[in-house]
């Protein structure tokens, strides 16, 4: 079935303070049109400038994650791209009267309420997705940081958390489907140690701070008298130590609390590629420096995959570089084994050959009988013949090697090949040939449409040096 596009059906706003900041902010959701994605607009500046949430608009991650864009800046948005993620909405406007958003009690749970209320509605465009197709791994051992994507057709988030204190040691929280996000991580509060409290109140911080929007882990003895400070400075009537280590004004929703506010954090953050995620993400010590450079790396292969992506146009007309008794001067194969009619284009670093899938190839008399389909093996046989060709042709005696697979990775099969196909292959180097190896991503087309995709590397040998 196919997926739509979600927006909210009317406004809403929620009212609050920023934590950094102090100020009352008024934050309102709106629908927007199919294809718009996220956007915050400044109402209390002068034409209200506009600052998309995308990853290259990050800025700071000290203290929440700030993004800014034409000298505008909008603070800690994490919390609220949670919440807007975590519902599957994927057009929204987001009108804002300060530079930072609320913190209300340092959870999703308010946005996530608001825009319920507000109505989550289908729209008719498609929905569009990152599709993770290879393991991406962000890592910083020093910190003993890891968060890896694995390519899968849905999604899911796992993460452990480890402060090596007694308070607050190793946790784990996982999030099967984003359709749990309401009930299981929304309403997971942001966590401080005391120390660390201490330090934001004395640089004048967390203007906007109290005991009501944090939980507050104690990691050493704490005095009655300093117990009686933090009591006066929040304005509370007592404060004293729980037993699990964290002060009393709050309860935990969840023994794992913590480490499911960190997944929180973690599913803001990745809001910020503006499209929801088709992979399985494990995360180890994450924070939002973390986040943020992980989701650069996703970026990244998107960026790869878009350049390789996009349909070239082959002229199929036109004289070929290499008809097929000139590709039996350079390849070793012959039929049955040869599965590359021409060789469209050339160059040192690319090479384009064609297949034309007949009826009468001999494997389609089992593969199948009454449905026949090119087998995929063979599809990656006649890709790597194509590469072939290139590889051979740095040589000056081609006749005289054979290829030899070392590698074959990532290999994908989008669409089914038939007789009557006719199969384009586009390979390109990864690395410049060196020593005779040749590493190279494959893509094949029928038409418009990406059937297969690869990456390979093979070598060539001379024939009396095989054995």
């Given at each position: 079935m196919?997926?739509?596009?979600k927006?909210?059906?009317?406004?809403?706003?929620v009212?609050?303070i920023?934590?950094?900041?102090?100020?009352?902010v008024?934050?309102?959701f709106?629908?927007?049109?199919?294809?718009?994605g996220y956007?915050?607009?400044?109402t209390?500046?002068k034409?209200?400038?506009?600052v998309?949430p995308f990853?290259d608009?990050?800025i700071?991650?000290?203290?929440g994650?700030?993004?800014k864009?034409?000298?505008?800046y909008?603070y800690?948005?994490?919390?609220v791209?949670?919440?807007v993620a975590?519902l599957?909405i994927?057009?929204?406007?987001m009108?804002i009267?300060?530079s930072?958003?609320?913190i209300?009690d340092?959870?999703?749970?308010?946005?996530?309420?608001?825009?319920?209320k507000?109505g989550i509605v289908?729209q008719?465009?498609?929905k569009k997705?990152?599709?993770?197709?290879?393991?991406?791994?962000?890592?910083?051992p020093?910190n003993k940081?890891e968060?890896t994507a694995?390519?899968s057709?849905n999604?899911?988030?796992?993460?452990?958390i480890n402060f090596?204190?007694?308070?607050?040691?190793?946790q784990?929280a996982?999030?099967?489907?984003?359709?749990?996000?309401?009930?299981?991580i929304?309403n997971?509060?942001?966590f401080?140690f005391?120390h660390e409290l201490?330090f934001l109140?004395?640089n004048?911080l967390?203007k906007?701070?109290?005991?009501?929007?944090?939980i507050?882990?104690?990691?050493r003895v704490?005095?009655?008298k300093e117990?009686?400070r933090l009591?006066?400075l929040?304005?509370k009537?007592?404060?004293r130590?729980l037993?699990?280590?964290?002060?009393n004004?709050l309860e935990?929703?969840?023994p794992n609390?913590?480490?499911k506010?960190k997944l929180?954090d973690?599913i803001g953050?990745?809001?910020?590629?503006?499209?929801?995620?088709k992979?399985?993400?494990v995360?180890?010590?994450p924070?939002?420096?973390s986040?943020?450079?992980f989701a650069k790396l996703?970026?990244?292969q998107?960026n790869n995959?878009?350049k390789m992506?996009?349909i070239p146009h082959?002229?199929l007309s036109k004289k070929?570089?290499?008809?097929i008794?000139?590709?039996k001067?350079?390849?070793?194969?012959?039929?049955?084994?040869?599965?590359?009619?021409k060789?469209l284009e050339m160059?040192?670093?690319?090479?384009v050959?064609?297949?034309?899938v007949?009826?009468?190839?001999y494997f389609?008399?089992?593969?199948?009988?009454?449905?026949?389909v090119?087998?995929?093996v063979?599809?990656?046989e006649?890709?790597?013949?194509?590469?072939?060709?290139?590889?051979?042709?740095?040589?000056?005696d081609?006749e005289?090697?054979i290829t030899?697979f070392?590698?074959?990775?990532?290999?994908k099969?989008?669409?089914?090949?038939v007789?009557?196909?006719?199969?384009?292959?586009?390979?390109k180097?990864?690395?410049?040939?060196?020593?005779g190896?040749c590493?190279?991503k494959?893509?094949?087309y029928?038409?418009?449409?990406?059937?297969?995709?690869?990456e390979?590397m093979a070598s060539i040998?001379?024939?009396?040096?095989?054995k």
């Amino acid at each position: 079935m196919q997926e739509r596009q979600k927006t909210i059906k009317s406004s809403v706003t929620v009212s609050g303070i920023g934590l950094h900041t102090g100020k009352t902010v008024n934050l309102t959701f709106k629908p927007a049109p199919e294809n718009h994605g996220y956007e915050f607009i400044r109402t209390d500046l002068k034409d209200t400038p506009a600052v998309i949430p995308f990853i290259d608009n990050v800025i700071d991650t000290s203290r929440g994650t700030t993004i800014k864009q034409n000298g505008i800046y909008i603070y800690t948005v994490e919390h609220v791209l949670a919440a807007v993620a975590g519902l599957e909405i994927d057009n929204l406007i987001m009108e804002i009267d300060q530079s930072e958003l609320p913190i209300m009690d340092g959870s999703s749970k308010y946005f996530v309420d608001a825009l319920l209320k507000a109505g989550i509605v289908e729209q008719q465009a498609e929905k569009k997705y990152i599709e993770i197709n290879s393991n991406i791994t962000y890592s910083d051992p020093k910190n003993k940081i890891e968060i890896t994507a694995i390519p899968s057709q849905n999604f899911s988030v796992s993460v452990m958390i480890n402060f090596e204190t007694k308070v607050l040691n190793s946790q784990n929280a996982a999030l099967e489907s984003i359709k749990d996000f309401k009930g299981e991580i929304a309403n997971c509060r942001t966590f401080v140690f005391l120390h660390e409290l201490e330090f934001l109140l004395k640089n004048n911080l967390i203007k906007g701070g109290d005991l009501s929007n944090a939980i507050v882990f104690v990691n050493r003895v704490i005095s009655q008298k300093e117990l009686n400070r933090l009591a006066k400075l929040f304005n509370k009537p007592t404060v004293r130590v729980l037993k699990e280590g964290i002060l009393n004004n709050l309860e935990l929703h969840f023994p794992n609390e913590p480490a499911k506010h960190k997944l929180l954090d973690l599913i803001g953050d990745l809001a910020l590629l503006g499209k929801p995620i088709k992979g399985n993400i494990v995360a180890k010590r994450p924070g939002h420096y973390s986040n943020v450079q992980f989701a650069k790396l996703i970026k990244q292969q998107i960026n790869n995959n878009n350049k390789m992506n996009k349909i070239p146009h082959f002229d199929l007309s036109k004289k070929p570089l290499y008809d097929i008794n000139q590709i039996k001067k350079i390849l070793p194969h012959r039929p049955p084994f040869l599965f590359i009619d021409k060789i469209l284009e050339m160059n040192d670093t690319s090479v384009v050959g064609v297949k034309n899938v007949t009826m009468n190839e001999y494997f389609f008399t089992g593969h199948f009988p009454d449905e026949p389909v090119f087998p995929g093996v063979i599809q990656i046989e006649a890709m790597a013949q194509t590469g072939g060709i290139l590889i051979l042709s740095s040589v000056p005696d081609p006749e005289n090697y054979i290829t030899l697979f070392l590698k074959i990775d990532q290999v994908k099969f989008r669409h089914k090949v038939v007789p009557g196909d006719t199969m384009v292959f586009n390979l390109k180097l990864i690395s410049p040939i060196r020593r005779g190896i040749c590493h190279m991503k494959g893509i094949a087309y029928v038409g418009n449409k990406i059937v297969m995709e690869s990456e390979m590397m093979a070598s060539i040998v001379k024939k009396n040096k095989q054995k």
